[in-house]
Protein backbone atom coordinates (compact mmCIF):
# COMPACT_ATOMS: atom_id res chain seq x y z
CA UNK A 1 0.00 0.00 0.00
CA UNK A 2 1.46 3.41 -0.73
CA UNK A 3 1.05 6.70 1.48
CA UNK A 4 0.57 10.11 0.43
CA UNK A 5 3.63 12.52 1.19
CA UNK A 6 2.60 14.81 3.96
CA UNK A 7 4.22 17.77 2.26
CA UNK A 8 1.83 17.93 -0.56
CA UNK A 9 -1.04 20.05 -1.09
CA UNK A 10 -3.82 18.43 -0.89
CA UNK A 11 -7.76 19.34 -1.39
CA UNK A 12 -10.78 17.70 0.07
CA UNK A 13 -12.73 18.29 -3.60
CA UNK A 14 -10.21 18.64 -6.57
CA UNK A 15 -11.80 19.26 -9.67
CA UNK A 16 -10.11 16.09 -11.16
CA UNK A 17 -11.99 13.93 -13.45
CA UNK A 18 -9.53 11.57 -14.76
CA UNK A 19 -6.17 10.16 -13.55
CA UNK A 20 -3.85 8.08 -16.12
CA UNK A 21 -0.98 5.72 -15.06
CA UNK A 22 0.53 4.22 -17.68
CA UNK A 23 3.82 2.17 -18.78
CA UNK A 24 5.34 1.78 -22.17
CA UNK A 25 7.80 -1.07 -23.12
CA UNK A 26 9.36 -3.26 -26.23
CA UNK A 27 6.76 -4.70 -27.75
CA UNK A 28 5.46 -7.72 -27.26
CA UNK A 29 5.00 -10.76 -29.58
CA UNK A 30 0.85 -10.43 -28.77
CA UNK A 31 -1.20 -11.63 -31.04
CA UNK A 32 -5.14 -11.09 -31.38
CA UNK A 33 -5.79 -14.77 -30.06
CA UNK A 34 -3.88 -13.57 -26.68
CA UNK A 35 -6.66 -11.17 -26.06
CA UNK A 36 -8.85 -13.87 -24.69
CA UNK A 37 -6.58 -15.01 -22.05
CA UNK A 38 -5.34 -11.87 -20.40
CA UNK A 39 -8.94 -10.39 -20.69
CA UNK A 40 -9.65 -13.86 -18.22
CA UNK A 41 -6.76 -12.30 -16.10
CA UNK A 42 -9.04 -9.37 -15.32
CA UNK A 43 -12.63 -10.22 -16.05
CA UNK A 44 -13.57 -10.00 -12.65
CA UNK A 45 -13.15 -6.48 -11.81
CA UNK A 46 -13.36 -5.63 -15.78
CA UNK A 47 -15.98 -7.20 -17.54
CA UNK A 48 -16.63 -5.09 -20.62
CA UNK A 49 -14.27 -5.50 -23.44
CA UNK A 50 -13.36 -2.96 -26.54
CA UNK A 51 -11.30 -2.36 -29.36
CA UNK A 52 -8.96 0.76 -30.16
CA UNK A 53 -6.36 1.83 -32.41
CA UNK A 54 -3.05 1.92 -31.21
CA UNK A 55 -1.24 4.80 -29.56
CA UNK A 56 2.19 5.31 -30.77
CA UNK A 57 5.06 4.65 -29.30
CA UNK A 58 6.75 7.89 -27.98
CA UNK A 59 10.24 9.22 -26.11
CA UNK A 60 10.48 12.21 -23.96
CA UNK A 61 13.76 13.23 -24.88
CA UNK A 62 15.91 16.52 -25.10
CA UNK A 63 17.83 18.44 -27.49
CA UNK A 64 17.97 21.81 -28.70
CA UNK A 65 15.17 21.56 -31.13
CA UNK A 66 12.81 24.29 -30.68
CA UNK A 67 9.71 22.46 -30.55
CA UNK A 68 10.58 19.03 -28.73
CA UNK A 69 7.08 18.03 -28.00
CA UNK A 70 5.36 17.55 -31.44
CA UNK A 71 7.78 14.82 -32.93
CA UNK A 72 7.44 14.39 -36.58
CA UNK A 73 7.90 10.71 -36.40
CA UNK A 74 5.37 8.41 -36.12
CA UNK A 75 5.04 4.81 -36.72
CA UNK A 76 2.05 3.66 -38.81
CA UNK A 77 1.22 0.25 -40.10
CA UNK A 78 0.50 -0.46 -43.45
CA UNK A 79 -2.47 -3.31 -42.76
CA UNK A 80 -5.08 -3.87 -39.70
CA UNK A 81 -2.59 -3.93 -36.42
CA UNK A 82 -2.01 -7.50 -35.34
CA UNK A 83 -3.35 -6.44 -32.13
CA UNK A 84 -5.17 -3.55 -30.92
CA UNK A 85 -5.61 -0.99 -27.65
CA UNK A 86 -8.02 -3.36 -25.56
CA UNK A 87 -9.98 -1.47 -23.00
CA UNK A 88 -11.13 -3.60 -20.19
CA UNK A 89 -14.01 -1.34 -18.29
CA UNK A 90 -15.33 -2.09 -14.77
CA UNK A 91 -19.01 -2.46 -13.99
CA UNK A 92 -19.58 1.15 -13.07
CA UNK A 93 -17.15 1.95 -15.95
CA UNK A 94 -14.83 4.33 -14.04
CA UNK A 95 -12.06 2.21 -13.62
CA UNK A 96 -10.17 1.37 -17.09
CA UNK A 97 -7.11 -0.82 -18.16
CA UNK A 98 -5.68 -0.01 -21.46
CA UNK A 99 -3.49 -2.79 -23.12
CA UNK A 100 -2.01 -2.58 -26.42
CA UNK A 101 1.49 -4.45 -27.12
CA UNK A 102 3.97 -1.88 -26.09
CA UNK A 103 1.63 -0.53 -23.48
CA UNK A 104 -0.24 -0.69 -19.93
CA UNK A 105 -2.49 1.62 -19.16
CA UNK A 106 -4.69 2.22 -15.65
CA UNK A 107 -7.15 4.91 -16.25
CA UNK A 108 -9.98 6.07 -13.35
CA UNK A 109 -12.73 8.14 -14.78
CA UNK A 110 -15.57 9.90 -12.94
CA UNK A 111 -18.91 8.98 -14.52
CA UNK A 112 -20.75 10.29 -12.10
CA UNK A 113 -21.08 14.09 -10.87
CA UNK A 114 -21.64 12.67 -7.15
CA UNK A 115 -18.59 10.27 -7.06
CA UNK A 116 -15.35 11.15 -4.75
CA UNK A 117 -11.76 10.83 -5.98
CA UNK A 118 -10.74 7.69 -4.75
CA UNK A 119 -7.00 9.20 -4.45
CA UNK A 120 -3.77 8.77 -6.27
CA UNK A 121 -2.23 6.17 -3.99
CA UNK A 122 -5.38 3.81 -4.01
CA UNK A 123 -5.15 4.03 -8.21
CA UNK A 124 -1.52 3.42 -8.02
CA UNK A 125 -2.11 0.13 -6.12
CA UNK A 126 -4.93 -1.05 -8.86
CA UNK A 127 -2.10 -0.39 -11.23
CA UNK A 128 0.68 -1.78 -9.36
CA UNK A 129 -1.01 -4.85 -8.98
CA UNK A 130 -2.61 -5.31 -12.37
CA UNK A 131 0.22 -4.68 -14.00
CA UNK A 132 2.14 -7.23 -12.07
CA UNK A 133 -0.89 -9.96 -13.10
CA UNK A 134 -0.30 -8.98 -16.55
CA UNK A 135 3.42 -9.51 -16.46
CA UNK A 136 2.86 -12.81 -15.20
CA UNK A 137 -0.14 -13.61 -17.78
CA UNK A 138 2.28 -12.41 -20.61
CA UNK A 139 5.20 -14.64 -19.28
CA UNK A 140 3.00 -17.61 -19.04
CA UNK A 141 1.84 -17.02 -22.72
CA UNK A 142 5.16 -17.30 -23.67
CA UNK A 143 5.51 -13.53 -24.53
CA UNK A 144 8.70 -12.58 -23.09
CA UNK A 145 9.66 -10.12 -20.48
CA UNK A 146 8.41 -6.53 -19.94
CA UNK A 147 11.09 -4.14 -20.48
CA UNK A 148 9.35 -0.58 -19.86
CA UNK A 149 10.99 2.23 -21.32
CA UNK A 150 8.59 4.89 -20.50
CA UNK A 151 6.53 6.20 -17.58
CA UNK A 152 3.72 8.32 -16.95
CA UNK A 153 1.10 9.98 -15.17
CA UNK A 154 -1.75 12.34 -16.02
CA UNK A 155 -4.35 14.63 -14.23
CA UNK A 156 -7.47 15.99 -15.82
CA UNK A 157 -8.97 18.76 -13.90
CA UNK A 158 -12.52 20.10 -14.68
CA UNK A 159 -12.52 23.50 -13.17
CA UNK A 160 -16.22 24.90 -13.23
CA UNK A 161 -16.76 28.31 -14.23
CA UNK A 162 -18.52 30.38 -11.41
CA UNK A 163 -20.11 32.06 -14.33
CA UNK A 164 -20.89 31.31 -17.98
CA UNK A 165 -17.72 33.51 -19.26
CA UNK A 166 -15.74 31.12 -21.51
CA UNK A 167 -12.97 34.08 -21.71
CA UNK A 168 -11.79 35.36 -18.28
CA UNK A 169 -10.28 32.44 -16.81
CA UNK A 170 -7.92 34.75 -14.52
CA UNK A 171 -10.18 34.24 -11.47
CA UNK A 172 -9.20 30.59 -11.94
CA UNK A 173 -5.26 29.91 -13.55
CA UNK A 174 -3.44 32.46 -12.04
CA UNK A 175 -0.88 32.25 -15.02
CA UNK A 176 -3.57 34.42 -17.31
CA UNK A 177 -3.86 37.04 -14.45
CA UNK A 178 -0.66 38.77 -16.02
CA UNK A 179 -2.46 39.49 -19.31
CA UNK A 180 -3.72 43.14 -20.03
CA UNK A 181 -5.74 43.73 -22.72
CA UNK A 182 -6.28 47.15 -24.81
CA UNK A 183 -9.30 48.86 -24.32
CA UNK A 184 -12.79 47.53 -25.41
CA UNK A 185 -11.14 44.23 -26.08
CA UNK A 186 -12.50 41.30 -23.99
CA UNK A 187 -11.28 37.96 -23.58
CA UNK A 188 -13.90 35.06 -25.21
CA UNK A 189 -11.91 31.74 -24.68
CA UNK A 190 -8.42 30.59 -23.32
CA UNK A 191 -6.41 27.99 -24.35
CA UNK A 192 -2.85 27.23 -23.67
CA UNK A 193 -0.26 24.38 -23.54
CA UNK A 194 3.68 24.45 -22.72
CA UNK A 195 6.10 22.28 -21.28
CA UNK A 196 8.43 22.27 -18.18
CA UNK A 197 11.56 20.13 -18.10
CA UNK A 198 12.94 18.03 -14.99
CA UNK A 199 15.85 18.11 -14.23
CA UNK A 200 18.53 15.40 -11.64
CA UNK A 201 21.93 16.87 -11.20
CA UNK A 202 21.39 19.14 -13.77
CA UNK A 203 20.79 17.06 -16.60
CA UNK A 204 16.95 16.26 -18.01
CA UNK A 205 14.84 13.11 -17.57
CA UNK A 206 11.26 14.00 -17.92
CA UNK A 207 8.87 16.65 -19.22
CA UNK A 208 5.58 17.54 -17.25
CA UNK A 209 3.51 19.25 -20.32
CA UNK A 210 0.09 21.46 -19.51
CA UNK A 211 -2.48 21.86 -21.75
CA UNK A 212 -6.02 24.16 -20.70
CA UNK A 213 -8.98 24.87 -22.75
CA UNK A 214 -12.76 25.57 -22.57
CA UNK A 215 -14.88 22.34 -22.43
CA UNK A 216 -18.42 21.32 -21.23
CA UNK A 217 -18.89 19.08 -18.40
CA UNK A 218 -20.56 15.70 -20.02
CA UNK A 219 -22.47 15.64 -15.96
CA UNK A 220 -23.87 18.87 -15.61
CA UNK A 221 -23.56 20.70 -18.99
CA UNK A 222 -21.81 23.51 -17.21
CA UNK A 223 -19.13 25.39 -19.01
CA UNK A 224 -15.00 25.19 -17.58
CA UNK A 225 -12.09 25.15 -18.46
CA UNK A 226 -10.02 21.43 -18.65
CA UNK A 227 -6.92 21.85 -16.77
CA UNK A 228 -4.43 18.78 -17.85
CA UNK A 229 -0.69 18.46 -16.38
CA UNK A 230 0.87 15.11 -17.75
CA UNK A 231 4.43 14.08 -15.98
CA UNK A 232 6.43 11.60 -19.00
CA UNK A 233 9.84 10.16 -18.93
CA UNK A 234 12.38 7.31 -19.04
CA UNK A 235 12.51 5.14 -15.49
CA UNK A 236 15.69 4.54 -13.81
CA UNK A 237 15.32 1.06 -14.91
CA UNK A 238 12.89 -1.09 -16.67
CA UNK A 239 10.94 -2.31 -13.69
CA UNK A 240 7.72 -1.57 -12.45
CA UNK A 241 8.94 -0.46 -9.14
CA UNK A 242 11.46 2.56 -11.42
CA UNK A 243 8.68 3.31 -13.74
CA UNK A 244 6.38 3.69 -10.02
CA UNK A 245 9.21 6.09 -8.40
CA UNK A 246 9.03 7.86 -11.66
CA UNK A 247 5.24 8.17 -11.46
CA UNK A 248 5.69 9.21 -7.46
CA UNK A 249 7.88 12.35 -8.19
CA UNK A 250 5.64 12.99 -11.62
CA UNK A 251 2.46 13.20 -9.10
CA UNK A 252 4.27 15.51 -6.43
CA UNK A 253 5.46 17.91 -9.35
CA UNK A 254 1.81 17.83 -10.95
CA UNK A 255 0.04 18.39 -7.94
CA UNK A 256 2.75 21.20 -6.48
CA UNK A 257 2.73 22.75 -10.18
CA UNK A 258 -1.68 22.70 -9.76
CA UNK A 259 -1.60 24.29 -6.69
CA UNK A 260 0.80 26.81 -8.25
CA UNK A 261 -0.99 27.72 -11.39
CA UNK A 262 -4.61 28.01 -10.18
CA UNK A 263 -5.91 30.67 -7.64
CA UNK A 264 -6.57 30.90 -3.98
CA UNK A 265 -10.12 31.49 -4.14
CA UNK A 266 -10.13 28.05 -6.45
CA UNK A 267 -8.53 26.52 -3.58
CA UNK A 268 -10.71 27.63 -0.77
CA UNK A 269 -13.89 26.11 -3.05
CA UNK A 270 -11.64 22.90 -3.41
CA UNK A 271 -11.50 23.09 0.05
CA UNK A 272 -7.87 23.15 0.27
CA UNK A 273 -6.81 21.46 3.40
CA UNK A 274 -2.72 21.82 3.53
CA UNK B 1 11.66 -14.14 -32.55
CA UNK B 2 10.92 -10.16 -31.70
CA UNK B 3 7.31 -9.29 -33.37
CA UNK B 4 7.47 -7.72 -35.99
CA UNK B 5 4.75 -5.45 -37.47
CA UNK B 6 3.14 -5.95 -40.98
CA UNK B 7 4.40 -3.19 -42.81
CA UNK B 8 4.63 -3.23 -46.53
CA UNK B 9 8.31 -3.40 -46.28
CA UNK B 10 7.31 -6.98 -44.79
CA UNK B 11 5.21 -7.85 -48.38
CA UNK B 12 6.05 -8.53 -51.69
CA UNK B 13 4.83 -5.35 -52.77
CA UNK B 14 8.17 -4.59 -54.57
CA UNK B 15 6.64 -2.30 -57.30
CA UNK B 16 5.79 0.46 -54.69
CA UNK B 17 7.36 3.75 -55.21
CA UNK B 18 10.07 4.59 -52.33
CA UNK B 19 8.08 7.63 -51.27
CA UNK B 20 5.07 5.83 -50.91
CA UNK B 21 7.17 2.76 -48.88
CA UNK B 22 8.29 5.60 -46.15
CA UNK B 23 5.24 7.25 -46.07
CA UNK B 24 3.23 4.15 -45.01
CA UNK B 25 5.83 3.46 -42.49
CA UNK B 26 6.09 6.67 -40.90
CA UNK B 27 4.74 9.66 -41.19
CA UNK B 28 6.60 12.51 -41.40
CA UNK B 29 6.08 16.00 -40.98
CA UNK B 30 7.35 17.43 -44.50
CA UNK B 31 8.22 20.90 -43.47
CA UNK B 32 10.07 19.83 -40.40
CA UNK B 33 11.89 15.98 -40.66
CA UNK B 34 15.51 16.40 -41.45
CA UNK B 35 16.55 15.00 -45.06
CA UNK B 36 19.18 12.81 -42.71
CA UNK B 37 16.11 11.29 -40.75
CA UNK B 38 14.03 10.92 -44.54
CA UNK B 39 17.40 9.05 -46.10
CA UNK B 40 17.94 7.05 -43.06
CA UNK B 41 14.16 5.72 -43.25
CA UNK B 42 14.24 5.28 -47.14
CA UNK B 43 17.78 3.57 -46.85
CA UNK B 44 17.40 1.35 -43.33
CA UNK B 45 14.17 -0.03 -42.88
CA UNK B 46 14.96 -3.13 -44.10
CA UNK B 47 16.82 -3.43 -40.64
CA UNK B 48 13.40 -3.68 -39.11
CA UNK B 49 13.24 -7.02 -41.50
CA UNK B 50 16.33 -8.52 -40.41
CA UNK B 51 15.64 -12.51 -38.94
CA UNK B 52 16.87 -14.57 -35.87
CA UNK B 53 20.85 -15.13 -36.48
CA UNK B 54 20.91 -13.15 -39.62
CA UNK B 55 24.62 -13.04 -39.01
CA UNK B 56 24.80 -16.53 -38.92
CA UNK B 57 26.06 -16.18 -34.88
CA UNK B 58 22.94 -16.43 -33.38
CA UNK B 59 22.52 -12.12 -34.45
CA UNK B 60 19.07 -11.02 -32.88
CA UNK B 61 16.39 -8.83 -34.79
CA UNK B 62 16.23 -5.51 -34.31
CA UNK B 63 13.10 -4.54 -31.89
CA UNK B 64 10.89 -1.94 -33.58
CA UNK B 65 11.45 0.11 -30.26
CA UNK B 66 14.44 0.11 -30.78
CA UNK B 67 14.24 0.96 -34.57
CA UNK B 68 12.06 3.94 -33.98
CA UNK B 69 14.47 5.53 -30.73
CA UNK B 70 17.28 5.43 -33.40
CA UNK B 71 14.88 7.24 -35.84
CA UNK B 72 13.81 10.02 -32.98
CA UNK B 73 17.53 10.53 -31.92
CA UNK B 74 18.14 11.20 -35.58
CA UNK B 75 15.24 13.44 -35.84
CA UNK B 76 16.68 15.33 -32.53
CA UNK B 77 20.31 15.53 -33.47
CA UNK B 78 20.22 16.20 -37.51
CA UNK B 79 19.64 19.74 -38.81
CA UNK B 80 19.25 20.66 -42.07
CA UNK B 81 21.77 21.56 -44.06
CA UNK B 82 23.80 18.82 -43.20
CA UNK B 83 26.51 17.37 -45.07
CA UNK B 84 27.42 14.06 -42.78
CA UNK B 85 25.23 11.31 -43.50
CA UNK B 86 24.53 8.48 -41.19
CA UNK B 87 25.25 4.85 -41.57
CA UNK B 88 22.93 2.26 -39.30
CA UNK B 89 24.97 -0.61 -37.86
CA UNK B 90 22.76 -3.67 -36.77
CA UNK B 91 24.69 -5.08 -34.01
CA UNK B 92 24.43 -8.83 -32.97
CA UNK B 93 22.71 -8.31 -30.23
CA UNK B 94 20.06 -6.25 -31.37
CA UNK B 95 21.23 -2.95 -30.95
CA UNK B 96 21.41 -0.62 -33.84
CA UNK B 97 25.36 1.51 -34.22
CA UNK B 98 24.77 5.14 -35.99
CA UNK B 99 27.74 6.40 -37.49
CA UNK B 100 28.62 9.44 -38.64
CA UNK B 101 32.46 9.96 -40.65
CA UNK B 102 33.94 12.71 -42.18
CA UNK B 103 37.12 14.15 -42.46
CA UNK B 104 37.18 15.86 -39.07
CA UNK B 105 36.25 12.93 -37.17
CA UNK B 106 34.36 10.43 -35.98
CA UNK B 107 31.10 9.83 -34.25
CA UNK B 108 30.07 6.38 -33.33
CA UNK B 109 26.91 6.37 -31.44
CA UNK B 110 25.40 2.62 -29.89
CA UNK B 111 21.99 2.18 -29.44
CA UNK B 112 21.74 -0.93 -26.61
CA UNK B 113 17.86 -0.37 -26.91
CA UNK B 114 15.60 2.45 -26.12
CA UNK B 115 17.03 4.99 -23.37
CA UNK B 116 20.33 3.24 -23.61
CA UNK B 117 23.26 4.58 -26.02
CA UNK B 118 26.87 5.05 -25.78
CA UNK B 119 29.18 7.50 -27.40
CA UNK B 120 32.40 7.36 -29.06
CA UNK B 121 34.01 10.60 -30.88
CA UNK B 122 37.46 11.40 -32.12
CA UNK B 123 38.16 14.76 -33.94
CA UNK B 124 40.48 14.04 -36.46
CA UNK B 125 42.49 17.04 -36.48
CA UNK B 126 43.57 17.19 -32.47
CA UNK B 127 43.19 13.48 -31.91
CA UNK B 128 41.06 14.10 -28.91
CA UNK B 129 38.66 11.20 -27.78
CA UNK B 130 36.03 11.09 -26.04
CA UNK B 131 33.36 8.32 -24.75
CA UNK B 132 30.25 7.89 -22.64
CA UNK B 133 26.88 6.47 -21.64
CA UNK B 134 23.54 7.90 -21.90
CA UNK B 135 19.57 8.11 -22.08
CA UNK B 136 17.45 10.62 -23.30
CA UNK B 137 19.72 13.36 -23.31
CA UNK B 138 20.88 13.87 -26.59
CA UNK B 139 22.43 17.44 -26.38
CA UNK B 140 26.17 16.51 -26.08
CA UNK B 141 25.80 14.35 -29.34
CA UNK B 142 24.42 17.71 -31.13
CA UNK B 143 27.55 19.36 -30.24
CA UNK B 144 29.69 16.62 -31.19
CA UNK B 145 28.21 16.37 -34.66
CA UNK B 146 28.66 19.93 -35.55
CA UNK B 147 32.20 19.25 -35.56
CA UNK B 148 32.29 16.78 -37.99
Not at chain 1, 14 to 22: F, R
Not at chain 1, 71 to 87: C, G, I, N, Q
Not at chain 1, 212 to 221: D, G, K, L, Q, V
Request: glycine share 4%; charged share 25%; proline share 5%.
Amino acid sequence: MHSRPTDLPDFTNPPLVEVVLGVQFSALPMKVIHAGPIHETFCDRYPFFEENAPLNHVFETFSSKVNPNSTSLKFDLLEKPDFPRLWLSSKEKSSLIQIQTDRFIQNWRKTDHEQDYPRYENILDEFSENFRAFSEKVSKLGLGKVEIDQSEITYVNFIEFTDHNFGDVSKYINMFREISLADGLKPERTSASFSMVAHKENTPYARLHVNTSPMISRFSNQVGQKFELTFRGAPEGEDIESAISLMNDGRSKIVNSFSTLTTASMHEMWGRKS
Amino acid sequence: MNAVPKTIFNNEHQDVSAKQNYENIFSLGSDRSPSCLRDAILKYNSLLKLPENWDGHCGKSISVGTFLFAMKMLEDICSDPQDVKPQLVPLSYGGIQLEFHSERGDLEIEIERQNRFNVYFEDARTQEECEFAGRNDFREIEALLRRL
